[in-house]
């Protein structure tokens, strides 16, 4: 039965890993994967979908699930592939059972991240084929055949989209829905057991892979090639880039087209294409990717523009604006910008606890001449700006507690961490077993709101535990306490800031009030359940 | 036929409600449609906005070009000149005058109000005074989206009344027909 549906790029591949018969859905909330998994999680109930503590968590149980023989989805942002690079590197030398795919999502311009890294470069440092879909209908259509490729070539097979494609909406067309992998679990233990013996072997057959994944890519249904009468300028447009480009009308204008969504990049169709033409502009979201391996394919003489010679922006989300610009397409804006808008960052909520947290610290610091505060990624980032601005550094997830203790090795005093309790058990909990084990000077403090909240208000791996985990990895009781961040309570929080900064050790203090979105969200649903 | 629009607003103010409202009427009328919308960090009070296009053809670009959009539908004044490269020499600003102020250099509102007024088509109305008046504060979006059924010909109001009734079902009749009252108000504000 085939249907239209209206979806997110995020809902199209969920929709069409559930359609492929996926068994489970392994993930850590981040802009722009989260609604992956939230929609299996509404929407496919025989699909196992909690979420996990972090990335690299997420990625072994995926292959567990794929060593037993069923389908399985690993979803993160693209930072999340760092998490989770040990794993994932390594699952491309055991291979796989079942298919495993692994979505990574990146985000160029970095609207809700750190960076703009690429994760195709982890695609193709791990040797694997990487598809990148161009439209929602696409994602959806390229799951079933992603988990077949990966079948197929006993490989996870990774699925890289951009924030616009996951955040956009389209009409989707969707067929019949696959039934789930039987329980099959691999009996060749030469495979997983990845002993430096075993490893060279498994390393050697993935090598001698290559070639079949070259010819995938070149005989792929996503890759196509559009060509215009009497072309001398063609471009090649990657993933996303494909929509940016013929929103310009190339083939009018006499560009030849060469779109590219699966990878390794189909070399021989490339030198054919770039042949046939004078120039090649090389259209990509993200880094310059494929014009570094085109580059190296056609020698330094060949007229190609792209990121890297300055003919589109060599850093941010591509436009249709900037890819038109580089195909020769004028710009016809009516409006000058209007100088009387002013920027409107994002901030904490009004009512939010993490408010005053930072009330309390910004009044205790002021009391040390030199006091540093390492924060985290979450809501409470938004505490380096005004009025706060109380934060001095915010690098990845978990930094803040190691950032700490590397300075109060230094010498830094006071040396204060402040991370969100879900970032806390993501990466968090390590960092604070190396402070405890070596006596560092500093002074934690997980600002519980019982959420993971940037993300949207998914379920936080260590809600109820914060304490036990502590008391556990070694924070002395004493130097553990939980309060309730109120202005009400300033006084006493400020106090046993000031008392635990003065403790020579490491000091734990958990301020615990439930974020003010999701306590509204389940006051509205509580109302509307009366009525 | 094709509509560029750009929403914008404040988050949490409901540019994403309108959105799905219009989404929905395309969808129901077999319209092709993309709508790029801002998730995650922006949501905390920032400026967001969401590109929506409807055509009757392909659609390729999940953006909107600039000087190409034909409208800009705003929760917020401000807010609405921050898109104004991106709408094209007839395009129309159909906006809230009620100016969000959650930011401590917030212009002065007599210069936003004239810089909105020297340009041709635009609807501006306080769409928050004229729902509570009413008895809908909760509204004022659907209010918005009903002042710019006016102008998006590619939709009727009646397709788009249709879509509030089914967008909102889930919420009980009451939730139905004070959207709906909420945008014939709107509707029948703009000449």
């Known amino acids: 039965m085939i249907s239209k549906r209206l979806l997110l790029g995020d809902e199209a591949i969920a929709l069409g890993a559930v359609h492929a018969g996926i068994s489970g859905v392994y993930a850590y909330p981040g802009t722009p994967s989260t609604e992956i998994t939230e929609f299996i999680q509404s929407n496919a109930p025989e699909v196992r979908s909690r979420w996990c503590t972090n990335e690299k968590t997420a990625m072994e149980a995926a292959l567990g699930m794929s060593y037993a023989g069923k389908r399985a989805l690993v979803c993160m942002k693209h930072v999340g592939m760092n998490v989770a690079a040990d794993a994932f590197v390594n699952s491309a030398i055991t291979g796989v059972n079942g298919g495993l795919v692994v979505l990574a999502a990146d985000d160029p311009s970095m609207h809700s991240s750190q960076n703009e890294q690429d994760s195709r470069f982890y695609g193709k440092f791990a040797m694997i084929p990487i598809l990148e879909p161009s439209s929602q209908q696409e994602a959806y259509d390229m799951m079933p055949y992603a988990f077949s490729l990966s079948e197929q070539m006993r490989l996870p097979v990774l699925m890289r989209v951009v924030t616009r494609l996951a955040h956009s909406r389209a009409g989707v067309q969707v067929t019949t829905p696959i039934a789930q992998n039987a329980l099959n679990p691999d009996n060749e233990r030469t495979h997983w057991v990845l002993l430096p013996g075993n490893a060279r072997r498994q390393y050697a057959s993935l090598v001698e892979k290559q070639p079949q994944l070259d010819k995938s890519a070149e005989t792929s249904p996503y890759n196509r090639l559009h060509t215009a009468n009497n072309a001398t300028m063609g471009v090649i447009a990657c993933g996303i880039a494909y929509n940016y480009v013929m929103e310009n009308e190339p083939l009018k204008r006499g560009i030849s087209v060469l779109k590219v969504s699966q990878y390794p990049l189909p070399e021989k169709t490339i030198k054919e294409f770039a042949a046939s033409v004078d120039t090649l502009l090389i259209a990509e979201d993200g880094q310059p990717v494929a014009e570094e391996q085109i580059r190296a394919m056609l020698g330094a003489e060949y007229n190609l523009r792209g990121r890297l010679n300055g003919a589109l922006p060599r850093m941010g989300e591509l436009t249709p604006d900037c890819v038109g610009a580089a195909l020769g397409v004028e710009a016809t804006t009516s409006f000058a910008a209007s100088n009387g808008v002013v920027a409107r960052p994002p901030a904490l909520c009004q009512g939010c606890g993490h408010r005053d947290v930072y009330d309390a610290l910004n009044k205790v610091a002021a009391e040390y001449a030199d006091a540093r505060i390492f924060g985290d990624i979450g809501c409470y980032t938004l505490g380096a700006l005004p009025p706060f601005r109380a934060i001095d550094s915010c690098v990845d997830m978990g930094a803040s507690i190691t950032m700490a203790k590397g300075a109060a090795d230094a010498g830094v005093h006071p040396a204060i961490a402040v991370i969100g309790d879900s970032t806390f058990t993501h990466s968090g909990m390590t960092g604070l077993l190396d402070a405890i084990n070596d006596k560092a000077n500093i002074t934690v403090i997980i600002s519980d709101n019982l959420t993971t909240a940037m993300t949207g208000g998914q379920d936080s791996a260590g809600t109820n535990k914060f304490e036990a985990i502590c008391l556990g990895l070694g924070v002395e009781p004493e130097h553990l306490h939980v309060v309730t961040p109120l202005p009400k309570n300033m006084e006493q929080i400020t106090q046993i800031i000031r008392d635990e900064i003065e403790y020579k050790g490491v000091s734990v203090i958990i301020p615990r009030r439930e974020c003010i979105q999701t306590l509204n969200r389940k006051l509205r649903q509580k109302r509307a359940q009366e009525q | ?191």
Not at chain 2, 21 to 42: F, P, T
Not at chain 2, 53 to 66: A, P
Not at chain 2, 71 to 81: C, G, K, N, T, V
């Open chain 2, 1 to 191: 036929m094709k509509k560029d629009i750009i929403l914008s607003g404040v988050g949490g103010q409901g540019i994403l409600t309108i959105a799905t409202i219009i989404g929905d009427a395309a969808a129901e009328a077999g319209i092709n449609l993309k709508q790029a919308e801002v998730h995650g960090m922006s949501q905390r009070g920032g400026d967001v906005q969401s590109n929506l296009r409807l055509s009757t053809e392909e659609i390729y670009s999940d953006l909107i070009k600039q000087g190409a959009a034909d409208m800009i539908i705003s929760m917020e004044p401000m807010e609405a000149l921050r898109y104004l490269p991106y709408l094209s020499s007839e395009g129309v600003i159909v906006t809230s005058s009620h100016p969000f102020k959650n930011i401590p250099n917030y212009p002065d509102e007599e210069a936003l109000y004239a810089a909105l007024n020297s340009l041709c088509s635009v609807s501006i109305l306080p769409i928050e005074d004229l729902a509570k008046q009413n008895n809908i504060p909760k509204c004022a979006n659907v209010l918005l989206l009903g002042m710019a059924a006016k102008y998006l010909e590619i939709l009727s109001p009646e397709q788009l009344r249709e879509s509030i009734k089914r967008v909102f079902s889930s919420k009980g009749e009451k939730v139905v027909e004070m959207n709906c009252q909420a945008f014939d108000i709107g509707l029948n504000s703009v000449k």
